[in-house]
């Protein structure tokens, strides 16, 4: 995480909070009654288990569900009554199985992440040319502009999604399990530049993640869902609890500090009949 | 692949207005369009009168004889002007189609489209007894209603792709069986007029079927120039299209509605005339590789494809005159399966 004296954009650190959400399908509430802030300018991981529901929340907070109840509100305004276009100029979402057109060169799609800030009468101004060849810059893929995207591999692939996002230039960030598919070192990679673009930009950043121990270290602020509710808040040392990850996780672990960054580390305990270990 | 060297930006009023150009997707239409064009001109030359190509466009520019003038301008040329209209509304359809359900198995003829016009002209034929202008109204009927059960049902729980596909299949397999059902019933002579119909064909076009084609394109058209650009991020999935444009929920009914209708207006004005609408596509984009296929190349695409189609089919086995629409199935067919060979997966792209 190094700070960089000459941030190519400063977004202004944006807050985006939920008041008593609740979102469903069909019969089914998935998520109910959450009320939550995401700390601006921070990276937040939600984190939870399977069909907890935290996908659910952030497709809530990213307008792609229409609450039941409740409201998310970014920088204090409801974004159920904000335009169309303002809403997509200030939330990004990377969701988990993006679609690329076969045979789309990397430039071309990222490019598409400036739709928002075009007219039907303007499809390129100077600002779209400089934020796409920045997110290019910042993701470390502007080599790759004109390589077709179906043949990069999968880390790569993630980087020009990010890039898209950040040319997109939003107030807030959303990615939905963004390290999925991807091998540790990709992972590590992937939110080691996550992390460093929130240093350097103070965008305000929320992910889903699966991986407490990665949730922990490159998250500010944790956010545990289970069943549809908040079962804890707060910075990683405070959620990453044996007790909390028992009830979160139904796992009984043991919580040690990483020796490397000092964040909290989650260590499954085998059960207590196990005798595999000897 | 260079996309930005390819990309040209037009500024037609400072650099306020800026309309992204393609390069190649520029060459490649005109291209296609002059070989339209030309095999136009061949068409217009054929029959009991012959002329030359040159003569028939000296005849076109308005330097022949009365006689001449009234066999290539007012009897051949409503079919050719239909064959290249109903081709380049088809071609579109198709690529609007394709791109918004990210499968290059969608067309208007897998979803049903051309079924509701057939079922529409058919109705008219057996029940009405009607013919002419009369069964062009009842494919419009047909289409434009069955288009509208589609955009509803499909769109009605705020979805697109998939939805759209399975509910089209559905809507066209119901009304393949009232088609069964009316021909079955019918009288042999009704179901002779019919056959030619339901295969599309350009025989005996007229101003009527010029005019619907005309209107139907140029409205498109302005359709596409304002809400086209949404088509580059509707292709990117559901989550990220609804992301980029704040509720995709807006932009692409608009699309899928013209897209309908553009198929609706041609079948009405030629017949369902099969795969051209699925198959323009795919050649622009194999001609064009590096993305999806673009609009303009696949409307100039599927023009040459029904005039080349029509050509074709009244030299094949002239004197008789085949309907275009046997041609285009003959040649489409196999690229139908070649697609779905491809398609090893569902939601692969091709």
């Known amino acids: ?127 779209d040319g400089a934020a796409i060849a920045s997110a290019m810059e910042a993701t470390g893929i502007a080599h ?16 020009v999604w990010l890039a898209l996002a950040l040319a997109q230039d939003p107030d807030v960030m959303l990615l939905d399990e963004p390290t999925t598919h991807l091998d540790l070192a990709h992972q590590i990679d992937l939110l080691e530049l996550l992390a460093d673009l929130n240093a350097r930009l103070g965008r305000t950043t929320v992910l889903v993640l699966h991986d407490l121990n990665l949730a922990g270290r490159y998250a500010h602020h944790l956010v545990a869902v289970t069943d549809g509710r908040i079962a804890a808040e707060g910075a990683p040392a405070e959620v990453l609890q044996p007790d909390t990850v028992a009830s979160v996780f139904g796992l009984t672990c043991e919580v040690i500090d990483d020796p490397l960054t000092g964040t909290p580390i989650v260590l499954p305990r085998p059960p207590a009949d196990s005798r595999r270990s000897t | 692949m260079t996309a930005r060297r390819d990309t040209l930006l037009l500024h037609p009023a400072g650099r306020g207005v800026a309309f992204r150009v393609s390069k190649r997707s520029v060459v490649l239409t005109a291209a296609l369009g002059l070989c339209a064009g030309a ?141 069964s059902f009316l021909l079955v019933r019918a009288e042999y002579r009704q179901v002779l007029s019919a056959a030619s119909w339901l295969t599309g064909s350009l025989a005996n076009r007229g101003a009527l079927h010029v005019t619907i084609i005309a209107v139907t394109l140029a409205a498109a058209v302005a359709v596409l120039l304002v809400f086209g650009r ?23 009914p608009v699309l899928i509605t013209t897209a309908v209708v553009l198929a609706a207006m041609a079948t009405a004005a030629a017949g369902p005339i099969g795969f051209v609408a699925l198959v323009a596509p795919q050649i622009t984009r194999r001609l064009l590789p590096g993305g999806p296929a673009r609009l303009a190349p696949a409307a100039a695409t599927g023009a040459l494809l029904v005039i080349a189609a029509d050509l074709a089919a009244r030299l094949l086995f002239a004197p008789t005159e085949l309907p275009v629409g046997a041609v285009t199935g003959v040649l489409g067919a196999p690229v139908l399966l070649y697609l779905l060979a491809r398609a090893n997966r569902i939601g692969h792209t091709g």
């Open chain 1, 144 to 159: 790759l502009a004109d390589e077709p995207v179906d043949e990069l591999s999968g880390g790569q692939r993630q980087r």
């Open chain 2, 230 to 252: 949404h088509l580059r991020v509707l292709e990117l999935g559901d989550d990220v299209a609804s992301t980029l444009t704040g509720g995709a929920g807006r932009v692409r």
């Open chain 2, 39 to 179: 095999v136009a001109v061949l068409s217009l030359g054929l029959g009991e009168f012959d002329l030359r190509p040159a003569d028939t466009l000296r005849v076109l520019g308005g330097g022949g004889t009365l006689i001449e003038y009234d066999v290539v301008v007012r009897d051949r040329l409503p079919r050719a002007v239909t064959g290249l209209g109903v081709g380049a509304a088809f071609g579109l359809s198709g690529a609007i189609l394709q791109r918004i359900a990210a499968n290059p198995l969608v067309s208007p003829d897998v979803i049903g489209v051309n079924a509701g016009a057939s079922f529409g002209a058919l109705l008219v034929i057996t029940v009405f007894g009607g013919a002419g202008a009369a069964l062009v109204l009842g494919g419009l009927a047909g289409a434009l209603l069955t288009a509208a059960a589609i955009v509803v049902l499909a769109l009605g729980h705020g979805h697109g792709g998939y939805r759209l596909v399975l509910v089209g299949i559905g809507i066209a397999a119901m009304l393949s069986s009232a088609i």
């Open chain 1, 1 to 127: 995480m190094t700070a960089d004296p000459n941030p190519t954009t400063t977004p202004s650190a944006i807050e985006l909070s939920a008041t008593g959400l609740t979102l469903g399908y069909h019969a089914r509430s998935v998520v109910r009654d959450v009320s939550v802030t995401v700390p601006p300018g921070r990276i937040t991981a939600i984190v939870g288990a399977n069909g907890s529901g935290k996908s659910t929340l952030l497709r809530g907070l990213a307008r792609l569900m229409t609450p039941r109840r409740g409201a998310v509100l970014l920088d204090g305004r409801d974004i159920a009554g904000m335009a169309a276009k303002t809403l997509a100029q200030r939330l990004g979402l990377l969701p988990q199985q993006p679609l690329a057109p076969d045979g789309i060169t990397v430039s071309d799609l990222v490019g598409r992440g400036r739709h928002p800030h075009q007219r039907w009468f303007r499809h390129h101004s100077d600002a």
